[in-house]
Each structure stands twice: as C-alpha cells, then as structure tokens.
C-alpha cells in the first residue's frame, strides 16, 4: 500500500537549504496571517511586495525547473483563488478581496512542500509520515461528519478522499505530503485569526464545511499537480522557441554575409 514511498534510507542527504525554505515559510506565514488579521489594505500590499522579495530571494538557489513549477503554481492558484473566493464565495478574504500576498504566498507554499519532499527527514521517514497523516487528517475528516461540531463538514470528507488518491495515485506523492504540513498549517492560522473564512455551506451542492475543511489540502495538491505537470511542457516550449529565435538570428547573419559578399 505505501511503496510509492520511499524505504527507510540509512545515508538520507539533509540539505539546509531544504530545512530553512521550510522553517522560513512557517514562520513567514504565521506571521503575516496574524498581522492581516488587524491590517488596513495598504498593510497587506506591503506584506504582498515583502512576500515577492522574499518567493524571488528564494528562487535564486533553485533550478530552472522548479521555478517555472513556482511560476506555474502561482499563476494557477491565484486564478483559482480569484474564481473560487470572489465569484464562488466558497470562502472570503476578511476585505473581500484576494490579498497581494496570496500568490507570492502559494508560490512560497508549493516551494515548501517541494523542499520537505525531498529532505533527508522526509525521505528517511517517509512511510511513517504517511499513515500519521493519513490518520489524522481521516481522525479530523470522521469527526466533521459525527454530528459532534456545531457544523458538519461534508466537504471536509469527499476532500479527504480526493487527497487519498492524491498520495497513492498521484505522480508526485512527497510532495503531496508535504503539502498536508503547510497548507494545514496555514489554514488553521489564517482561520483562526479571522483573515478569511469558509462559508457555512459550499456554493455548488451546499454540502456543509468546516472552518478550514479538513481534507482542504487537496485543493492545494491540484495545484501542485498543475505545477509539476506543466513545467515540462512549458520548459519544453521555451526551449523550442529559444531555439528557432536561434536559427532566425543564424539565418539573418548569414543572409547578411551573402549579400556583403556579393556587392
């Protein structure tokens, strides 16, 4: 059942840089979640630029693979926030609006996971990290449709399904892991400091949802799936564009020499 993931490594590489991106990334969004929570709208552009500073500063040490997966998770978070807080009023921003920080923000949150994925820790104990989140976030998902909670969490429930088969059929199951940790995390915080929340009932169906949902990560694993599949397919584009841009430079000089030639 878990052998997409990795066996117990006796020699895993702990990078630092892994372990600061992550670390860095938990405190930052404690931080500016707590603040927005009380801030003005000229407060969270600040906090939005400071988010962009630091996703940049970040980037610097990765290659180009992993910043167009961060160039791609944050273009298609951002359009899904935009779609599913403002249209769909699935869950609204304290000012009804998408905050700047927000896409910095997911383009922080998806380096994150990326980093904890393929950690020494993370890779050392895979397996057991795993079925702890796999209780747990199922221990949360069974008591939002008890009855116990004032109100139930229907969508908590099919999310968590959804993020199952995410982790065993998904082509990036670390990741997908490790985004359980901060996406979690920053739930948890942005709610309960009151920076957004979640509507009673779901816009579509009207399912009842919690404040977060407990399986709400799997909304991030789209996006991490979207970032990881598509950064190959746009590489790949690039490359051929570089290329023919390439062979129309080539083909001007020597179109320029032949004729220099010929007066």
């Given at each position: 059942m878990f052998h997409k993931f990795p066996e117990v490594s006796c020699n895993p590489v702990h990078r630092k840089r892994d372990y600061f991106?992550?670390?860095?990334?938990?405190?930052?969004?404690?931080?500016?979640?707590?603040?927005?929570?009380?801030?003005?709208?000229?407060l969270q552009n600040v906090l939005g630029i400071i988010a962009w500073i630091f996703l940049i500063a970040l980037l610097r040490g990765e290659?180009?693979?992993?910043?167009?997966?961060?160039?791609?998770?944050?273009?298609?978070?951002?359009?899904?926030e935009h779609f599913?807080?403002?249209?769909?009023?699935g869950y609204t921003y304290r000012l009804e609006n998408v905050p700047l920080y927000v896409p910095p923000g997911h383009g922080m949150v998806y380096l994150?996971?990326?980093?904890?994925?393929?950690?020494?820790?993370?890779?050392?104990h895979a397996r057991k990290i795993a079925i702890f989140v796999i209780t747990a976030c199922g221990l949360w998902s069974a008591w939002g449709i008890s009855g116990l909670p004032e109100h139930g969490d229907q969508v908590g429930a099919l999310l968590y399904v959804v993020f199952l088969i995410y982790l065993f059929k998904g082509r990036s199951p670390m990741v997908y892991l490790a985004?359980?940790?901060?996406?979690?995390?920053?739930?948890?915080?942005?709610?309960?400091?009151?920076?957004?929340?979640?509507?009673?009932?779901?816009?579509?169906?009207?399912?009842?949802?919690?404040n977060p949902?407990?399986?709400?990560?799997?909304?991030?694993?789209?996006?991490?799936a979207v970032a990881l599949?598509?950064?190959?397919?746009?590489?790949?584009?690039?490359?051929?564009?570089?290329?023919?841009?390439?062979?129309?430079?080539?083909?001007k000089i020597n179109l320029k020499m032949i004729l220099s030639k010929n007066r």
């Amino acid at each position: 059942m878990f052998h997409k993931f990795p066996e117990v490594s006796c020699n895993p590489v702990h990078r630092k840089r892994d372990y600061f991106i992550a670390a860095f990334t938990f405190f930052c969004v404690a931080v500016s979640l707590v603040i927005d929570a009380h801030g003005t709208l000229l407060l969270q552009n600040v906090l939005g630029i400071i988010a962009w500073i630091f996703l940049i500063a970040l980037l610097r040490g990765e290659n180009r693979e992993i910043r167009m997966q961060v160039v791609i998770a944050v273009a298609f978070a951002t359009a899904g926030e935009h779609f599913a807080s403002i249209y769909m009023g699935g869950y609204t921003y304290r000012l009804e609006n998408v905050p700047l920080y927000v896409p910095p923000g997911h383009g922080m949150v998806y380096l994150t996971a990326v980093a904890l994925a393929r950690s020494g820790f993370f890779l050392e104990h895979a397996r057991k990290i795993a079925i702890f989140v796999i209780t747990a976030c199922g221990l949360w998902s069974a008591w939002g449709i008890s009855g116990l909670p004032e109100h139930g969490d229907q969508v908590g429930a099919l999310l968590y399904v959804v993020f199952l088969i995410y982790l065993f059929k998904g082509r990036s199951p670390m990741v997908y892991l490790a985004a359980f940790f901060i996406t979690t995390w920053l739930e948890l915080i942005g709610t309960a400091a009151g920076t957004w929340h979640w509507a009673t009932l779901e816009p579509i169906f009207e399912l009842t949802q919690g404040n977060p949902p407990s399986g709400v990560s799997a909304w991030y694993c789209l996006v991490d799936a979207v970032a990881l599949g598509g950064a190959p397919l746009f590489l790949n584009f690039f490359d051929r564009m570089g290329e023919i841009l390439r062979q129309f430079r080539l083909g001007k000089i020597n179109l320029k020499m032949i004729l220099s030639k010929n007066r």
